[in-house]
């Protein structure tokens, strides 16, 4: 049975920096894609980052280019996201989330729960002064 276990989230003053890490088991790590997917209180879930099972394709959304950067080791199979010059729009629960690198996804939409392979019980990331 897979598993996602997320780390590394915290309460941070902005402009500051967190890494937040995923450490994966119990599939084959290389062969997923894998997703940082945030949900801030009281809004729905929503696209972060996600780097291909190779680690040669990544994806950001708008809000956070430039500042996060995701990376993968596949030896260690965990997923990282550093998160650098953080803003209080970035206060959500960070989750990890895996998905086979052969499935379709539409980045258009909303990320839900059940297109996941896998998905962790999230990290709390909390930026304030």
């Known amino acids: 049975q897979g598993q996602l276990v997320e780390s590394g989230g915290g309460l941070v003053q902005p402009g500051g920096s967190l890494r937040l890490s995923c450490a994966a088991s119990?599939?084959?790590?290389?062969?997923?894609?894998m997703y940082w997917v945030r949900q801030a209180p009281g809004k729905g879930l929503e696209w972060v980052s996600y780097?291909?099972?190779?680690?040669?394709?990544?994806y950001y959304t708008d809000s956070v280019k430039g500042r996060f950067t995701i990376s993968r080791d596949n030896a260690k199979n965990t997923v990282y996201l550093q998160m650098d010059n953080l803003k209080a729009e970035d206060t959500a629960m960070y989750y990890c989330?895996?998905?086979?690198?052969?499935?379709?996804?539409?980045?258009?939409?909303?990320?839900?729960?059940?297109?996941?392979?896998?998905w962790g019980q999230g990290t709390q990331v909390t930026v304030s002064s």
């Open positions: 989330a895996a998905k086979l690198d052969t499935r379709s996804h539409d980045l258009r939409f909303p990320p839900r729960r059940d297109e996941f392979n896998y």
């Open positions: 119990g599939f084959s790590f290389n062969t997923y894609r």
């Open positions: 780097v291909s099972g190779s680690g040669g394709r990544t």
